[in-house]
């Protein structure tokens, strides 16, 4: 009988941080499309409207720029003292006011 599903050959799975065999074969597959095809590629895109021509280029972005993936600062606030939790007040609203100060002198 075959395998159930959520069942593998491999007890410990892949092993962590190694790539997915297939993901990194469509990568440089698709990378190598491209390259190939470089200029005729540049003609059509020229050839497609702003809006067209960006949402093929953000399509082919996904195969060749790494996802932006959300990181999660974990601080064990109460394991801080007083003065380390207003250190980190005193320097967060510096920031804001300085991140306000160039917004406010850019326009």
């Known amino acids: 009988m075959g395998l159930k599903k959520g069942q593998t050959n491999n007890a410990r799975g892949r092993p962590k941080g190694k ?3 297939v993901t990194m074969e469509t ?5 190598q499309l491209i390259d190939k095809n470089r ?3 540049e003609k059509d895109l020229k050839g497609l409207e702003p809006k ?3 949402a093929v ?11 932006m993936q959300s990181v999660e600062a974990k601080i064990g606030l109460n394991r801080l003292s ?3 939790l207003n250190s980190i007040i ?3 609203t510096d920031n804001l006011e300085d991140d306000n100060t160039d917004y406010i002198t850019d326009k």
């Open 90 to 92: 005193n320097e967060l």
């Open 19 to 21: 790539p997915n065999k």
């Open 82 to 84: 007083d003065e380390q």
């Open 39 to 41: 200029k005729q590629l």
């Open 27 to 31: 990568r440089e597959w698709v990378s």
């Open 52 to 54: 067209d021509r960006w």
């Open 57 to 67: 280029i953000e399509k082919l972005m996904q195969y060749a720029v790494p996802k």
